[in-house]
C-alpha cells in the first residue's frame, strides 16, 4: 500500500508524500521475509522513519530494520530528503513455514529447572533484554552480509517450535551448527561485545552489538576469548564451541536481533551455509 502519511519524531514533523513504488527515491532489500533483517538505501542526508519510529540513518543513507518471525502486517517505511522531498512505501514480509523440532537427552534440569535458579535465569534474561536495546551507530561493516561464525553441521534451524524432553519450549530463535568441542568461532562482522557471560541455560555466551540495533550472539561455548565492551572485527576468534547450558551435544546456537525482533542470522549471510567441517 502506498500513501500520504506524516510522522513525528524529535526533530520535528516530516511530511511523506505519496509515491509510486518505482518512483520512490529510496530502496529496501533482503530476504524479505518473516525473521529476516531489510536493508533500506536513502540518499544522503535523509531522515528516515518505520511506522513513525525514527531509524538511525548512517552517513551513506543506509538504514536497517526487522521483520518479526510472526509478522503479518505491512511495516511502513518513510523517507525525508535532504531537499525536503519525501516518499512513503509500505512492506510486507512473505509468510514462512516453521518446523516442529523434538530434541531428547537434554539436561532435566535445564529443561525444568530447579525453582532456586529462576531468579538467576531471570537476571540473566534482563541482562540480555537490555543488551538489545542499544541503538549505537556502529561502522556499517554487517551492511555487506555476514560471515559464518563456525563451521559445522546444521542441526538446527530458526523459527522451529521446539518439544524439548517430551516439553513444549519457546520457539528456536537461531540456528544451530553442530561440530567438536574446541571449534573455533569467529565474529561474522565488526562490532563491539556486549556481554561475554557464564549463563544457566546459553552457557558460555557471548554478545556483539553491531551497529544500528543489529546484534547476534553465540551460546554454549566451552571457551569466551573477548570481553564486555572490546571491538572485535570480522574473522577475529572470539570463542569455541561447547555444550554448556542447555546442550544435548557440541555446537553453536547462533542467533540475531534488530532490538527485540527475532530474526534469522542464515537471511544475512553470504553464504546460504555454513562451511562444512
Not at 525473521?35 to 548512517?58: E, H, K, N
Not at 561464525?149 to 530463535?173: C, E, K, T, W
Not at 563491539?192 to 551460546?219: C, E, M
Request: net charge positive.
Amino acid at each position: 500500500m502506498i500513501g500520504r502519511r506524516g510522522f513525528v519524531t524529535g526533530l520535528g514533523a516530516l511530511a511523506a508524500l505519496p509515491a509510486c513504488a518505482e518512483d520512490a527515491r529510496f530502496t529496501v532489500t533482503g530476504a524479505m521475509e518473516q525473521g529476516s533483517l531489510a536493508l533500506g538505501q536513502a540518499p544522503a542526508g535523509s531522515r528516515v522513519a518505520l511506522d513513525g519510529r525514527p531509524l538511525r540513518v548512517t552517513a551513506a543513507g543506509r538504514f536497517v530494520f526487522g521483520f518479526g518471525p510472526n509478522q503479518t502486517t505491512a511495516a511502513l517505511v518513510t523517507v525525508r530528503y535532504p531537499d525536503g522531498g519525501g516518499d512513503s512505501r509500505s512492506f510486507t514480509p512473505t509468510k514462512r513455514e516453521y518446523d516442529i523440532q523434538h530434541v531428547n537427552g537434554l539436561p532435566q534440569n535445564t529443561v525444568t529447572p530447579p525453582k532456586e535458579v529462576e531468579a538467576r535465569i531471570a537476571r540473566e534474561a534482563e541482562t540480555i533484554y537490555l543488551a538489545r536495546l542499544e541503538d549505537t551507530a556502529g561502522d556499517g561493516d554487517f551492511l555487506s552480509g555476514f560471515d559464518w561464525p563456525a563451521p559445522g553441521v546444521f542441526s538446527g534451524v530458526f523459527g522451529s517450535q521446539r518439544i524439548d524432553n517430551g516439553v513444549a519450549m519457546s520457539p528456536h530463535y537461531g540456528v544451530d551448527m553442530a561440530a567438536p568441542v574446541g571449534t573455533p568461532i569467529h565474529a561474522p562482522a565488526d562490532g563491539t561485545v556486549g556481554i561475554s557471560a557464564d549463563y544457566y541455560l546459553d552457557g558460555g555466551f557471548t554478545l556483539i552489538d553491531h551497529g544500528q540495533g543489529v546484534s547476534t550472539s553465540y551460546l554454549h561455548q566451552s571457551q569466551r576469548l573477548v570481553k564486555k565492551g572490546q571491538k572485535v572485527k570480522r574473522g577475529q576468534l572470539i570463542g569455541r564451541i561447547g555444550q554448556t547450558g542447555r546442550a544435548t551435544g557440541p555446537h553453536l546456537h547462533w542467533a540475531m536481533n534488530w532490538f527485540q525482533v527475532r530474526l534469522d542470522p542464515s537471511r544475512s549471510t553470504k553464504t546460504p551455509k555454513p562451511q562444512p567441517l
